[in-house]
């Protein structure tokens, strides 16, 4: 159970906050396209790397006395999943991982940004981009910074045989592959 000065907290900030103003839900779900029936994806093991499942206890509207109001709210508007369009040719894949995936369409194919945190997720996520919008070669790659679930999803949009052939383009920051090896393997197992 929460301490009283921790309930005391989180009910002043009920008081400070404007809950009552909807918008930024309306703005969350704003462009939405399409979803998949259940946002659970498995790897080539059967096993379960990713699911929303895992969060159905966000959809109680009301924050428990433990977690400040303003985070339960902000958890609740990440819940939105699926294909949204931006604007005119820009396109996101969100809440099937941690991160957000950005397709952008061009005269030639796609460019996709940031692509996921594993294989599985970005491929799914691709696929339900091409089911609403038609199929389209991927003919660029963009990373925009060294976090994982940045670029770990890559092999899912495109193959290292379209990498090296240069059918492909890959584009990341200078230093990238120092800075996600640095993160990443160095300082993964003190980040998990």
Same mark, same amino acid.
């Given at each position: 159970?929460?301490?009283?000065?921790?309930?005391? $907290?989180?009910?002043?900030?009920?008081?400070?906050?404007? =809950?009552?103003?909807?918008?930024?839900? !309306?703005?969350?779900?704003? *462009?939405?396209?399409?979803?998949?029936?259940?946002?659970? =994806?498995?790897?080539?093991?059967?096993? #379960?790397?990713?699911?929303?499942?895992? /969060?159905?206890?966000?959809?109680?509207?009301? +924050?428990?006395?433990?977690?400040?109001?303003?985070?339960?709210?902000?958890?609740?508007?990440?819940?939105?999943?699926?294909?949204?369009?931006?604007?005119?040719?820009? /396109?996101? #894949?969100?809440?099937?991982?941690?991160?957000?995936?950005?397709?952008?369409?061009?005269?030639?194919?796609?460019?996709? &940004?940031?692509?996921?945190?594993?294989?599985?997720?970005?491929?799914? *996520?691709?696929?339900?981009?091409?089911? $609403?919008?038609?199929?389209?070669?991927?003919?660029?790659?963009? /990373?925009?910074?060294?976090?994982?679930?940045?670029?770990?999803? %890559?092999?899912?949009? &495109?193959?290292? !045989?379209?990498?090296?052939?240069?059918?492909? +383009?890959?584009? %990341?920051? %200078?230093? =990238?592959?120092?800075?996600?090896?640095?993160?990443?393997?160095?300082?993964?197992?003190?980040?998990?």
């Amino acid at each position: 159970a929460a301490t009283p000065i921790t309930c005391a $907290h989180n009910r002043s900030v009920l008081g400070a906050l404007p =809950f009552g103003d909807r918008a930024d839900f !309306e703005d969350a779900r704003r *462009g939405f396209i399409g979803s998949l029936p259940k946002v659970e =994806f498995r790897n080539a093991d059967g096993r #379960v790397i990713y699911s929303l499942e895992d /969060y159905a206890f966000l959809a109680d509207e009301q +924050a428990p006395d433990t977690v400040n109001p303003s985070l339960w709210r902000q958890a609740r508007l990440n819940m939105n999943h699926g294909l949204f369009q931006v604007t005119d040719c820009i /396109y996101q #894949v969100r809440g099937f991982d941690i991160s957000n995936m950005t397709i952008i369409e061009g005269a030639r194919g796609v460019i996709v &940004i940031d692509p996921l945190i594993s294989a599985e997720i970005a491929r799914a *996520g691709l696929d339900l981009y091409f089911q $609403h919008r038609g199929r389209k070669p991927v003919t660029a790659v963009i /990373y925009s910074h060294s976090h994982v679930d940045h670029f770990g999803g %890559a092999l899912g949009v &495109i193959s290292a !045989e379209e990498v090296k052939a240069r059918k492909v +383009a890959v584009v %990341a920051p %200078a230093g =990238f592959m120092e800075e996600a090896t640095s993160e990443n393997i160095m300082m993964g197992v003190a980040m998990a």
